[in-house]
């Protein structure tokens, strides 16, 4: 069975804080170290700023081995390897793949090593690319996936102010402007007031408060076009009376490719909170988040135009719920936000998504003055 991530005790906020500071210079953002290293000199820690302060030097010199690495990458495979091995050495881990593409396609004679430093570097990289797939995977597609839940007042859960609801959302930027995005059928289905939409910082009792919701029809359900089934509320963030511990999304301007751009076959993740029975806590009147991630490939199925089909590997749960959730597929090493799931079919292990270019078109229209 998919493997269910329960993120509703995540710990002190500074850790968190800390673990996506350091994840982020592990890919190679010399900024994050220079983050670390205030963050440690504002709590008095020295010797901790130090030592991220000469990490941040060392990762701009790793840095340009990574860039100059990948301008040869095509034309001097035997150049660009000398770069990306310089790149990776200085824990640049965006080089992992580029190197490990390298190695696997060319021969040890054209890139001039050592049979036995090839077969050796290739083992090592492959095991750690598996690695950091298992490790990286639920904090990078679960950042920005939420479960969809409402609350008459935001503060504690109680008999009289319990949280509910049901369905899942994904956390994006778009042109600077934050957004929950979900399905429009998510909330339709619940019969709730939007207003009482509640999104909670991970880990916190933290609600973000919002501007209001968009969507790009108001045509009945039963009327509505496919391809028009998203609702988006724009987050103004944390209110002036609570300290802002910090929180995360989805840059659609850098990661989102969309799905019409995918060949058949790609390999698709999808993220969601789908309806199992630990989901609510019936003592507290809470939502308990209870994440799945399921992986599959992208079927020659695709409906419609603008809809698409993920042919799921495995998946022992409901998928109902998690309508609203994100679908990424990973390009290059890198994962990019390619749809919006509309439905899923845990009988036939099929989720049907909306390609990312209809929530871009949603976000654009809003960000420019249009309803």
Not at 279 to 292: C, G, M, Q
Not at 304 to 316: N, P, R, T
């Amino acid at each position: 069975m998919p493997t269910l991530y329960n993120d509703a005790a995540i710990g002190d906020p500074n850790d968190d804080y800390v673990g996506q500071k350091i994840i982020g210079w592990q890919k190679g953002n010399r900024q994050d170290a220079i983050d670390l290293a205030k963050f440690y000199a504002r709590l008095g820690d020295t010797r901790k700023s130090l030592i991220w302060a000469e990490r941040a030097r060392e990762t701009g010199i790793a840095r340009l081995s990574l860039q100059t690495g990948m301008k040869f990458f095509d034309a001097a495979p035997d150049i660009a390897v000398c770069y990306l091995i310089e790149a990776f050495r200085g824990l640049q881990s965006e080089a992992i793949a580029p190197l490990y593409k390298l190695l696997i396609e060319h021969s040890p004679e054209t890139l001039r090593l050592s049979r036995k430093f090839h077969h050796e570097t290739v083992e090592h990289l492959r095991e750690l690319q598996e690695r950091i797939d298992g490790e990286e995977l639920p904090t990078i597609v679960l950042t920005g996936t939420r479960p969809v839940l409402f609350q008459k007042n935001p503060g504690p859960a109680t008999y009289d102010n319990a949280q509910w609801g049901g369905g899942s959302l994904f956390v994006v930027s778009w042109q600077g402007v934050q957004f929950a995005v979900t399905a429009l059928h998510v909330i339709e289905n619940l019969e709730a007031e939007r207003r009482e939409f509640r999104l909670l910082i991970p880990g916190t009792e933290t609600t973000l408060e919002m501007y209001g919701g968009i969507t790009p029809s108001k045509t009945p359900k039963n009327e509505r076009d496919e391809l028009e089934d998203i609702y988006a509320w724009h987050i103004r963030g944390v209110s002036d009376s609570h300290e802002d511990p910090g929180w995360w999304s989805w840059r659609l301007d850098k990661w989102s490719k969309p799905a019409s751009e995918l060949a058949e076959g790609q390999h698709l993740i999808a993220a969601g909170y789908p309806d199992v029975e630990e989901r609510y806590d019936h003592e507290n009147f809470k939502v308990i988040p209870i994440a799945s991630i399921l992986n599959g490939t992208l079927s020659r199925d695709t409906g419609v135009e603008g809809i698409y089909a993920m042919d799921v590997d495995k998946v022992e749960h409901p998928m109902n719920l998690m309508s609203g959730g994100p679908v990424f597929a990973k390009l290059d090493g890198f994962f990019h936000y390619v749809g919006m799931i509309l439905r899923g079919n845990d009988a036939v292990r099929k989720i049907y998504f909306l390609d990312v270019k209809y929530v871009i078109d949603l976000l654009d229209r809003h960000n420019r003055g249009g309803r």
